[in-house]
């Protein structure tokens, strides 16, 4: 390399040997400095490659980047964003790169609402003891609708979508994160009765602070998306109150108990009622239907004797009259003949009525 | 001469490049700045960039951040009066940026950290002002429409806002909410024994209530069971009348002898009533019994 590089050298500077001494010291000195030159010109060289190498810079997948060329962004708003890859900038002081993350899903917790209490007894499931007030230094609270007092915290997890924002518009963006989920608490609480938020709209009063906290984040542009809003509420946790709490729900299930017994009650008796009501107008149509039928049969019965009769009225009333007598007198169970006194006196006749029949010799006799 | 040439050229850069340490600057897009001309703030940089001034002394140059700052120096509870005499402990975030940065560095030499104490005072009083003009019923309602909660806030970051434009901070207020609202220690033990006495209420009325109304339920439930079985009974006696009506066009039929008609159908009444268990009591005027005791017999006999 050196060799090749030192003969154009070496043409170029022919016209001015005759300038320069001719003695061998200096011409010692010649060679050293057009050496050193070359080794100049190498750095020079390896200094332009290191300073465009230098210049590239990868953008991993869950991150953006921006340059900022003499600290203005380049281009405007979310075009300014570099996506996932291999980019190239200026060197500092000319060219910045700010790296955001961008998948990763941040969380934080509400810093108002719940009672003084540190991780490590969470974890163990103690509570510290409770006073008979709180402490507003330490215990953190809010006020409801209905002026009572509760504990309500709740964990926001959210992405960044909008990172010039997020990260060049605010100092601490996460802790507006923080102070608007706070808020939401707050303001949520004081729109809810006590009731809702620990019973009967446990679902509402959750979707009322992660819409407010929603909203917050939209109306000062923090440049992130909500992912999660998670509640956790409680009652307050002195003796009295927590007692008093307790036994509202149970008289509450108690009533609930009541109810319904009575509705299965109400079932009960409506189905007994339909179903007798049904049995009551099935049998009044049976009895039609055998009513009428009787009576058709009677009248066909009717026209069939009837000229038997017109041929000899006497007679047939007669035969008809025994003939049923006859077959009344064999199945009556007791049958007393009186006849009449020869002085043709009135007899009278004295009977003892059991005022229950027999049933046995009946029951065989009926058969 | 190669060798005074490539000296001069070094030379040259080098001065280049220290003239533009001496005169050029970068405003970053997250800073606003502000440029001296004999410590008089002349000119206000607002936009981010690359930009120059004379050297020192004649100029210098003073940056701020510009971003939104979350100052929590509000983080501790103050106790203010309402309007009806009620003593409410808030406490609020706000978020402010430097607007102006020669207005700002004229009347805060210090930056930020000298800002925040005066801001601070400034909200603190704002808000007591402004508490003071609303009852307690203001800031938590149960009534329909809910507290006038987000409203106070914002005439609390008007008045805020107003204070800062008028004297001159060269600030701007971008919002300022509620992060706390509580009541003094004293009062929570009165409000703890007001929500015992409330549940107590509940209590008894959810006993009471449940009493009540499944009694009602099972006395509604017998009154709609009664309804359908006499609607039954009714539907039954309409069946009745319409088989009797069904009935009465064979009328005609034993119209034709009705003498023979009523005979048959008093022959089948007596057949039915002494079906079973009868103890019947004859004499002997009734046949076939007219046998015993008559003459019939000896009259055919005779014949």
């Known amino acids: 390399m050196n060799e090749d590089h030192s003969h154009p050298h070496g043409d170029h500077e022919h016209p001015h040997p005759p300038e320069m001494p001719a003695d061998s010291g200096s011409q010692a000195l010649t060679e050293a400095l057009r050496s050193s030159f070359n080794i100049v010109r190498l750095v020079m060289f390896v200094l332009v490659v290191v300073f465009f190498v230098h210049g590239i810079f990868q953008v991993k997948p869950n991150e953006r980047a921006i340059i900022l060329h003499f600290g203005k962004p380049r281009g405007e708003g979310t075009q300014a964003l570099l996506g996932p890859g291999l980019h190239w900038s200026y060197p500092y002081p000319i060219d910045e790169v700010e790296k955001v993350s961008v998948t990763g899903v941040q969380k934080v917790e509400s810093t108002v609402g719940w009672y003084a209490t540190t991780r490590e007894q969470e974890l163990a499931g103690t509570e510290p003891p409770a006073g008979n007030t709180l402490n507003p230094a330490l215990d953190g609270y809010t006020i409801t609708a209905d002026a009572n007092i509760i504990h309500v915290r709740s964990t926001l997890t959210y992405h960044v979508v909008d990172p010039v924002q997020y990260v060049f518009g605010f100092v601490a963006a996460s802790n507006i994160v923080q102070d608007a989920l706070n808020n939401a608490i707050v303001y949520a609480s004081a729109n809810f009765k006590v009731d809702d938020i620990l019973t009967k709209d446990k679902a509402g009063f959750q979707a009322a602070i992660e819409k407010r906290a929603i909203e917050l984040l939209d109306k000062e542009n923090v440049g992130v998306a909500v992912d999660q809003c998670d509640v956790q509420t409680t009652w307050p946790r002195q003796q009295n109150v927590k007692t008093a709490f307790a036994a509202v729900l149970s008289a509450q299930l108690d009533r609930d108990r009541l109810l319904q017994d009575a509705s299965t009650y109400t079932n009960q008796v409506l189905t007994a009622a339909v179903a007798s009501s049904n049995s009551i107008v099935n049998l009044a149509e049976a009895q039609r239907v055998q009513y009428v039928s009787d009576i058709s049969s009677r009248a066909t019965n009717f026209l069939s004797i009837l000229p038997w009769y017109r041929t000899n009225a006497n007679l047939f009333v007669q035969q008809r009259f025994n003939e049923t007598m006859g077959r009344v007198l064999t199945n009556l169970q007791e049958k007393i003949y009186v006849p009449e006194r020869l002085d043709g006196k009135t007899r009278e006749l004295r009977l003892l009525l059991n005022s229950e029949p027999p049933k046995p010799s009946t029951a065989t006799t009926n058969q | ?303």
């Open chain 2, 1 to 303: 001469m190669k060798r005074n040439s490539l000296i001069v050229i070094v030379g040259a850069i080098l001065v280049i490049i220290f003239a533009f340490w001496l005169c050029a600057f970068q405003v970053r897009t997250t800073e606003v700045a502000v440029v001296t001309t004999f410590g008089k703030a002349t000119h206000p940089i607002t936009e981010p960039g690359l930009k120059f001034k004379w050297p020192p002394p004649i100029q210098r140059v003073y940056r701020f951040d510009q971003r939104i700052q979350s100052s929590e120096f509000e983080n501790k509870f103050r106790e203010d009066l309402t309007a009806d005499n009620n003593p409410l402990l808030t406490s609020v975030y706000i978020g402010w940026r430097i607007s102006q940065p020669d207005v700002f560095l004229q009347r805060f030499p210090n930056g930020i950290s000298e800002a925040e104490p005066q801001l601070a005072k400034l909200v603190s009083s704002t808000k007591s002002a402004v508490v003071g003009h609303h009852p307690l019923s203001d800031f938590v309602s149960a009534n329909e429409g809910g507290s006038k909660f987000s409203a106070i806030e914002d005439e609390i970051l008007a008045a805020v806002d107003e204070k800062l434009t008028n004297n001159n901070y060269g600030l701007e207020i971008k919002f300022l909410r509620f992060k706390k609202i509580g009541l003094p220690e004293a009062t929570t033990e009165k409000v703890f024994a007001r929500m015992t006495s409330e549940r107590n209420v509940l209590i008894s009325r959810a006993q009471n209530e449940g009493e009540a109304a499944a009694k009602n339920i099972r006395s509604d439930a017998e009154l709609r069971a009664s309804k359908i079985l006499s609607a039954a009974q009714g539907e039954a006696l309409r069946i009745q009348g319409q088989g009797e009506a069904e009935a009465s066009k064979y009328l005609g039929v034993f119209q034709q002898e009705p003498q023979l008609a009523s005979f048959l159908f008093r022959l089948d009444a007596l057949q039915d009533s002494l079906k079973e268990k009868s103890t019947l009591i004859f004499d002997q005027q009734t046949g076939p019994f007219t046998l015993f005791g008559s003459d019939v017999m000896t009259n055919l006999l005779s014949k």
